[in-house]
């Protein structure tokens, strides 16, 4: 059964970078699937940030795109989210998730000074 | 973007009674006979859980009182016979174009 777990730091400064890992376990990272970031701000709805594929094609929303970075360490089995720039709207939980099936149990990240 | 509305925003259903959720896409989700819709159910403190995806496919493990149905762009989540622990929020969301998208959400309460 596959596991995932989002680690990183829950509060980063205005104006920082947000960087998040998603360790995987029972699944190899170099599976056919791709792996999803996702976010939820307090109390709302569910927004798709992207995912990669074991081989580095990525795909981001382009709401955010020029702020992203999705990347793949193959030799931890785990992927990573970079945010940039980030505001008082970036402020949510953060989840990371294999394709849309299974999810890990959340991060949540404060942009705060 | 593919916009994604769900109705109602909140249901309050009686225990053992059925509870139709709604959700309509801005345009089809339809591609090869498959309809690229997926929904979640989410309750406090955790992460979404998916209950069905391609529509209408239930996920293994999930009660057959969930069944999804609809094609195009007009989709439902039926849950029949209502128990206490179905009170949650749940979201339709369509992975048939990039940015995948999900819906506002339905609140589901016991009468």
């Known amino acids: 059964q596959v596991q995932l777990q989002e680690s990183g730091p829950g509060l980063v400064k205005p104006s920082g970078t947000l960087s998040l890992t998603c360790a995987v376990s029972?699944?190899?990272?170099?599976?056919?699937?791709?792996w999803n970031w996702v976010r939820q701000p307090p109390g709302k709805e569910l927004e798709w940030i992207g995912e990669?594929?074991?081989?580095?094609?990525?795909n981001y929303n382009p709401s955010l795109e020029s702020r992203v970075t999705i990347s793949v360490d193959k030799s931890k089995n785990q992927f990573s989210l970079k945010l940039t720039s980030v505001t008082a709207a970036d402020t949510a939980m953060y989840y990371c998730?294999?394709?849309?099936?299974?999810w890990g149990q959340g991060t949540l990240v404060t942009v705060s000074s | 973007d593919i916009v994604m509305t769900q109705s109602p925003d909140s249901l309050a259903v009686s225990l053992g009674e059925r509870a139709t959720l709604n959700c309509k896409s801005s345009?089809?989700?339809?591609?090869?006979?498959?309809?690229?819709l997926a929904w979640f159910q989410q309750k406090p403190g955790h992460p979404p859980k998916l209950l069905i995806h391609?529509?209408?496919t239930r996920r293994s493990g999930v009660p057959d009182r969930f069944s999804g149905s609809g094609s195009g762009t007009d989709f439902t989540l039926i849950i029949s016979g209502l128990q206490a622990e179905d009170v949650a929020v749940y979201y339709c969301q369509q992975y048939y174009s990039i940015p995948y998208t999900f819906g506002q959400g339905t609140k589901l309460e016991i009468k």
């Open positions: 029972g699944d190899s990272i170099s599976s056919h699937n791709w």
């Open positions: 345009q089809s989700v339809l591609y090869n006979s498959k309809n690229y």
């Open positions: 990669i594929y074991h081989s580095g094609s990525t």
């Open positions: 998730a294999r394709n849309h099936y299974d």
């Open positions: 391609w529509a209408s």
